[in-house]
């Protein structure tokens, strides 16, 4: 039963969200290879391309769009995806949208023989995705 109404919510989002939806997993899907493969610095360097189009619309209502579509990918999809995986499809959602942003990383070593690593973006200094509260403790790379 929870399964229908899922699928049910999903049929209700509008058009240009489940278009969004579909292009942000798609856009996991692809990005998921490359942050597990290829070393950080060799993906990172083409993901600091300034924004390619001006503003559609006001930039929080952007941001409040992409926000809304990761979260729903984090609900519905059936694959899981890391933290890093996520925050770069994020941003070249972002960047789809004319809004500059970047991605920080941190570590969390304050327990021994235990690191925890986590990515989140940033727009202007704001932190405008993160899952989970473990980044106020992590050392920012």
């Known amino acids: 039963m929870k399964n229908i109404d899922y699928i049910k919510r999903i049929f209700q989002i509008p058009a240009t969200e489940k278009l969004l939806l579909v ?4 856009l996991c899907l692809a990005v998921t290879p490359v942050v597990y493969f290829l070393p950080l610095k060799k993906y990172m360097g ?3 391309s300034e924004p390619k189009q001006p503003l559609a619309q ?5 941001i409040r769009l992409v926000r809304k579509t990761m979260r729903r990918i984090e609900r519905f999809s059936p ?3 890391s933290c890093l995986v996520k925050s770069v499809t994020f941003k070249i959602l972002l960047n ?3 809004i500059e942003s970047s991605i920080a990383l941190g570590v969390n070593n304050s327990q021994p023989h235990l690191l925890k690593a986590h990515a989140w973006v ?3 200094d704001e932190v405008v995705y ?3 509260k473990m980044f106020k403790e992590m ?3």
Do not use: C, N, P
């Not at 292009?23 to 798609?26: G, L, P, R």
């Open 23 to 26: 292009k942000a997993f798609v």
């Open 46 to 48: 083409l993901l600091k």
């Open 58 to 62: 006001d930039k929080a209502t952007s």
């Open 79 to 81: 694959v899981s995806f």
């Open 96 to 98: 789809s949208f004319g």
């Open 122 to 124: 940033k727009v202007e």
């Open 130 to 132: 993160l899952r989970g």
């Open 139 to 141: 050392l920012i790379l």
